[in-house]
């Protein structure tokens, strides 16, 4: 029996509401339905975070408060959550927030449109880690453009919010009341709403999920929406029916066991980073340059795969892991290795009525080199020109196994697999890596478009070999410092 | 000085010359602000969306919008033949920018019809369905191109021309001929561009349009629906940002939302997706840059020939002042002897470009800056020798291309003491020794200047009007022509007001721009706000004050000379009359409390056809030294430090203007780094939203930013407390960055090649350069 609205918290307010579309954004459920303006739409695409909100979200017995962008986040997807705009904050006399104050105090808004926005994203960090350091709070701003500042009225704004503590903070002391309420409006039953005969269904289960797959073949999965949300806001595309799977407790699942790191197909960038940091120490910075912190906390791991993209960030990374992928369908599931997931431009080795549900990620044998890099115009929030993923395995200065993986250089995520035959069973030299660099040009032809040049592409490509022979080998920095 | 009134022991709050907080913080934060798509809509709106097209150059032959008629919600949809009066909105009158295309279209992109609908959602769905064919024609989309295409101009091109060049060229013992080609850049502005129109009776209309032009605005859409321009009323309270995006820029969609309210006696608000805002509307010009230097041995520049060449786009729009403005500055700080200066302002299948912060003269900057670096590489020297050697300086050096002469250059002194207090020659000393262990990681130092000529070159737009009333109460309402879009223009000219009074800021209310308050006005841009409008500001608050004065001496017999406004009351000879009892006295002896104040700069002329005049009234000055590090294996950046020291007058609001020093260099930094504006072989721009197109972000900004503004300065001219504009200045000091990447290139050459980085330098122009000059015979890294 399915529930034929959602439910959710708005700031104070229980909303439920039955009339749902596949593509209706919480942007403008906010702006138009609710009328509540200040939070902005700057681009509609998730990359200017003048919508920045908060979405918290029952995990582990307390509420998860997040940023997102509320304009390529789609309302069903809110269902059981509590949703944050700007008109909620407040500091503990009912005046400005902290953040709020500080931004006054230091000059840091000018034109004021992208400020909700920033104040969100600042108020996140300040409530969950403190913004106590300015390389923290660039982080927490890779996913808010300001045109007018320069940013550094901004950061002085949020050092200084940091010397008030967030102990007596309103969402802080409202935690177990909203999370009591957030239980209360759960009955665990499917969801399934429609508006203009576009629907939305939030399977119950992921066997529930299974099974609404194999009834309805054509529907679109939708994890994070950060890409998914664009074939809405800008190819204005119909994605009904529109299956939702980011609520679901076991896709959400993070285990390490007999060496083998899953990570369910709903984790989050930013679920799965401590994990990854505890696991794969090069990996860190390169996850931290994944889009921006907004779409860390709505997009997953599971989703960059699954939507075969030739420049998702993390197939190159996990595919040089030797990562596998778990597929599953009401029927059963199978098992495959990732590169072979992605056989061309657009396909993908899944069926229709299947869904991923976990990548799997075998720890790195000690002594083995690895390496990701991701090649971008901008250093934060872009889209990679290239990707360079790279794992040996080196031992008495042989390498005895090589994986290098590229995103960027040819229709899919792949493999240089002549560039690794360079490597394979010769000393790890430079003389080595040269020879591995010439053998690129046999592996890709990549294209020229708006990110870069085939010459740029090819070029970097192949330094980015001699980068990680100079990393591994060499005490000079071969890279700017983070 | 005329700001020196200082009443012992105390001030008002939020005089002039204080750090006061822009006056809609409070409401920014708590996003309280209200932009135009946050009012309140009232029952009936509808909304328009644009049908753009899809070809850069192309007869059209034939447009089939039945089914854009028949989707759900439509109401209506206008084409070229809907216009009532004239299908024009360009800002000169070069009746070459159509609201709607007719029967050609002139680049990809071009707004070919309207839909209105009951939702944006609906409208937007229906302008897609739209079929139109076209029949293409040759099209020209870049520099190079519109050259060899032998393009049109599309307005008449500047020539600059002081003493003899050709000889000073062939006689100098060193000459560089070289070019440079620089790229465009969007705006950004977060809020988008937006209009709102409602319908009054008879012809009249009022619209709410984010524009920083609201009278051009006013007569573009009173001239496509063919009335008065009395009948057509525009108002702005705020803009989410400017930047010249939304000079003449807005006209277009103000007059679709007057035109289809009127039609359907609706309100109708038009508000374009980015996309479609970033690809529909006009940019920061492309140039190519042209230049051939004579020079000596020390570096003096003894003759310039340059050539000024700009991607204009398909229409004239502001390309004339624009390019005019480019060759103002082809200067920038330095004394050309001999000079000849051409622009050649290209028509392109392409946008029309537009204003944007600096208005070609960023451009001109970059260009001299371009020739400074070619005579450093040649002689063997620092770039800041070079500069130093060129600077204007005493008679017989300090004469412009334009035959202005510079009476108030402060770059020795400001130069001077940013060298120092930057430490630029210990630090560019450790960066050779740096770059000589010949490792990946390179880096470079730069000292750039700017100056930059302030006044608009249109000498009539250098005129403003204020209106101020003074309430019974003692509160006071100020309005003027000038317009807010982030610059804290509301905050400085209300500072000004209260200070004339002596009053606290806080009992100034500041109100929307309205076309129907002070009529007439000129766009606010080319730094000019404050200048412009706190003076006439200053007028009208001057004349009730006079009134006031005069009331006050006859009511207590006291001489007029008695009467002086405090900051705790009025003194009238001994005693002392809080503001709120004058102004009440005042009333009820029918003293007239409402003014309307006026202000033109004086002193300013300029004979285009002669190439003469003194188009400015004065200069502003700034510098920046910035230090980078490069990866010259991928081309990736960052800058690791930046130190700037400004000049703008006495500040009137020290604060305020320190961001938008801070805020204009870092969008400077964006405009020669990362923001590339990139069209594919058709014509169509595919960096059209923010995924693709990369303004800088918080960790783009230096690692270190030193930022002081050089307090020392003061206007030699009278203008509003000798303060100066800041606007457009500080985005010239991101050229330091660009010139630090080249010194770091440079090194894998042993600086013997100037790099000639074009721009945006992105990672991958870096990287090609450092190729480029390894293969040259750099030594190997």
Redesign the interface.
């Known amino acids: 029996m399915a529930r034929g609205e959602i439910r959710f918290l708005l700031n104070d307010r229980e909303i439920r509401l039955g009339a749902v579309g596949a593509g209706d954004t919480l942007l403008d459920h906010l702006r138009l339905d609710q009328r509540l303006r200040g939070t902005k739409e700057g681009c509609a695409e998730g990359d200017c975070g003048a919508c920045t909100v908060l979405v918290g979200r029952r995990a582990g017995g307390t509420i998860r408060y997040e940023t997102v962008n509320a304009c390529i986040r789609l309302l069903a997807s809110v269902d059981l959550c509590h949703v944050v705009t700007v008109e909620y904050l407040r500091g503990p006399e009912g005046g400005l927030h902290a953040v709020q104050q500080a931004m006054v105090d230091h000059h840091g808004s000018q034109c004021g449109f992208c400020t909700p926005g920033v104040v969100m994203s600042l108020y996140a960090l300040w409530m969950e880690a403190g913004c106590t350091s300015v390389e923290a709070v660039e982080t927490a701003l890779q996913g808010n453009l300001c045109r007018c500042t320069g940013y550094e009225p901004i950061i002085r704004a949020a050092l200084e919010a940091s010397k008030t503590a967030p102990d007596g903070d309103f969402l802080v002391a409202e935690r177990a009341r909203v999370l009591a309420q957030l239980a209360g409006m759960n009955d665990g039953a499917r969801v399934m709403v429609s508006r203009d005969e576009s629907t939305a269904i939030l399977p119950a289960n992921a066997g529930d999920l299974a099974l609404i797959l194999g009834e309805y073949k054509d529907a679109t999965i939708v994890a994070g929406s950060t890409d998914v949300g664009l074939w809405v806001t800008k190819h204005m595309r119909d994605i009904s029916p529109a299956i939702f799977i980011t609520h679901l407790e076991e896709l959400k699942r993070i285990s390490v066991e007999e060496g083998i790191v899953t990570l369910g197909a709903g984790v989050s960038y930013s679920d799965a980073a401590p994990v990854i940091a505890e696991h794969f120490p090069h990996l860190p910075e390169f996850w931290s340059r994944i889009g921006g912190w907004q779409v860390r906390n709505m997009g997953t791991v599971g989703g960059n795969i699954a939507n075969g993209s030739p420049i998702g960030d993390t197939p190159p990374v996990l595919i040089a892991l030797d990562a596998e992928l778990t597929l599953r369908r009401a029927e059963g599931s199978r098992r495959i290795p990732l590169e072979d997931f992605f056989i061309d431009y657009g396909k993908q080795d899944r069926a229709p009525d299947e869904f991923v549900e976990a990548v799997h990620i075998p720890l790195r044998a000690a002594g083995s080199l690895n390496a990701a890099y991701k090649i971008s115009k901008r250093r934060d929030e872009d889209i990679s020109a290239v990707c360079g993923a790279f794992s040996l395995v080196v031992k008495d200065g042989m390498v005895t196994s090589a994986r290098l993986a590229f995103g960027g250089m040819a229709a899919t995520p792949k493999r240089a697999t002549s560039a690794e035959a360079a490597l394979v069973d010769q000393p790890w030299s430079e003389a080595s890596v040269r020879a591995a660099m010439a053998a690129l040009s046999d592996d890709f032809s990549p294209l020229s478009d708006w990110r870069a040049s085939a010459e740029y592409r090819s070029r970097v490509a192949a330094n980015l070999l001699l980068r990680f022979y100079l990393e591994t080998t060499g005490s000079q920095p071969a890279r700017l410092s983070a | 000085m005329d700001g020196g009134r200082q009443d012992a022991g105390t001030r008002v709050r939020g005089g002039v010359h204080s750090a006061e907080?822009?006056d809609?913080?409070?409401?920014?934060?708590?996003?309280?602000?209200?932009?135009i798509?946050?009012m309140v809509e009232p029952v009936g709106t509808l909304h328009a969306y644009l049908g753009l097209s899809e070809a850069a150059h192309a007869e059209i032959a034939s447009m089939d919008l039945a089914a854009v008629r028949s989707a759900p919600g439509v109401v209506d949809v206008l084409t070229a033949a809907d216009i009532p009066a004239v299908n024009d909105v360009s800002p000169v009158h070069a009746h070459d920018d159509p609201v709607f295309a007719e029967k050609k279209v002139m680049f990809w992109g071009q707004p070919v019809f309207a839909v209105i609908a009951e939702s944006r959602?609906q409208a937007?769905?229906a302008a897609?369905l739209a079929r139109i064919e076209y029949r293409p024609l040759d099209a020209a989309i870049d520099i190079e191109a519109a050259i060899a295409a032998g393009s049109e101009l599309v307005t008449k091109p500047l020539k600059l021309e002081r003493g003899f060049v050709d000889k000073a060229l062939a006689d100098a013992p060193h000459r560089i001929a070289g070019s440079m080609e620089i790229g465009g850049q969007d705006?950004?502005?977060?809020?988008?561009h937006i209009a709102f129109a409602i319908p009054g009776e008879d012809e009249t209309v009022t619209i709410h349009s984010s524009t920083q032009h609201p009278s051009e605005a006013q007569n573009l859409v009173s001239e496509v629906l063919g009335v008065a321009a009395n009948a057509v009323s525009v108002q702005v309270r705020?803009?989410?940002?400017?930047?010249g995006g939304k000079e003449s820029q807005p006209a277009l969609f103000a007059a679709v939302a007057a035109l289809a309210a009127k039609r359907l006696n609706r309100p109708v608000k038009i508000r374009p997706?980015?996309?479609d805002d970033m690809i529909a509307t006009g940019k920061r010009h492309d140039f190519k840059v042209a230049y051939d230097v004579g020079f000596d041995d020390e570096g003096r520049i003894l003759g310039v020939e340059g050539t000024y060449a700009a991607r204009c786009g398909f229409s004239a729009d502001l390309s004339g002042p624009v390019t005019d403005r480019a060759l103002f500055h082809a200067d920038n700080a330095y004394y050309f002897p001999h000079v000849r200066l051409k622009s050649m302002p290209l028509r392109t299948n392409t946008v029309s470009n537009t204003a944007f912060r600096g208005f070609g003269g960023p451009q001109g900057v970059l260009g001299a800056e371009r020739i400074v670096e070619e005579i450093a590489y040649a002689l063997g020297k620092d770039p800041l020798e070079i500069r130093k050697a060129n600077f204007y300086g005493p008679p017989g050096r300090d004469v412009t291309p334009y035959h202005q002469t510079v009476t108030d250059s402060i770059l020795d002194r400001l130069v001077g003491e940013l060298e120092e207090s930057s430490d630029y020659q210990a630090r560019r000393s450790a960066i050779l020794d740096f770059n000589k262990?010949g490792?990946?990681?390179r880096k470079g130092i730069a000292l750039t200047p700017v100056k930059f000529g302030i006044s608009f070159t249109a000498t009539w737009f250098n005129q403003a009007g204020a209106l101020l009333h003074v309430y019974r109460d003692g509160s006071i309402h100020l309005n003027h022509g000038g317009t807010e879009?982030?610059?804290?223009l509301f905050t400085k000219v209300a500072q000004v007001v209260a200070d004339c009074f002596q009053v606290d800021l806080d009992r100034i209310r500041v109100s929307a721009t309205s076309t129907e308050k002070v009529p007439n006005t000129s766009a606010t841009a080319a730094s000019s706000g404050s200048d412009l409008n706190g003076m006439a500001a200053q007028d009208a608050a001057e004349q009730i004050k006079q009134r006031l004065m005069e009331f006050a001496s006859e009511k207590w017999s006291v001489s007029a000379e008695e009467v002086t406004f405090g900051p705790g009351g009025v003194c009238v000879g001994s005693k002392t009359v809080p503001f709120d009892t004058l102004i009440a006295e005042a009333y009820m002896a029918r003293v007239h409390l409402s003014a309307a104040g006026f202000y033109k700069t004086p002193d300013i002329h300029w004979d285009r056809e002669a190439g003469k005049g003194r188009p400015f009234y004065y200069f502003a000055y700034g510098a920046a030294v910035s230090e980078v590090?490069i990866?010259t294996?991928?081309?990736?950046?960052?800058i690791e430090r930046t130190d700037i020291l400004h000049d703008v007058g006495k500040s009137l609001n020290p604060?305020?203007d320190?961001?938008q020093v801070?805020?204009?260099?870092?969008?400077g930094v964006g405009w020669l780094t990362?923001e590339?504006l990139?069209w594919d072989d058709k014509g169509r721009l595919?960096?059209h939203?923010?995924?693709?197109y990369?303004?800088?972000?918080?960790?783009?900004?230096p690692r270190i930013?030193n930022?002081a503004l050089a307090e020392w300065s003061e206007n030699k001219e009278r203008t509003i407390r000798r303060s100066k504009a800041v606007g457009e200045p500080p985005l010239m000091l991101g050229i330091s960055v660009l010139e630090a990447i080249s010194m770091a290139v440079a090194s894998v050459a042993d600086y013997r090649e100037c790099p000639r980085l074009d721009t945006p330098a992105?990672?991958?122009r870096v990287?090609?350069a450092v190729?480029r000059l390894r293969a040259h015979g750099g030594a190997e890294a």
């Open positions: 907080r822009h809609s913080a409070h409401k920014h934060v708590t996003g309280a602000a209200e932009y798509d946050d959602l937007r769905h897609a705006h950004f502005y977060l809020e988008g705020r803009m989410g940002g400017g930047f997706d980015r996309d262990k490792g990946v990681i879009m982030g610059q804290g590090s990866d294996l991928t081309g990736e950046y960052r604060a305020i320190k961001g801070e805020g204009g260099f870092v969008q990362t590339e990139w595919r960096t939203a923010p995924s693709t990369k303004i800088p972000l918080a960790s783009d900004r930013f930022v992105t990672p991958e990287l090609m190729e």
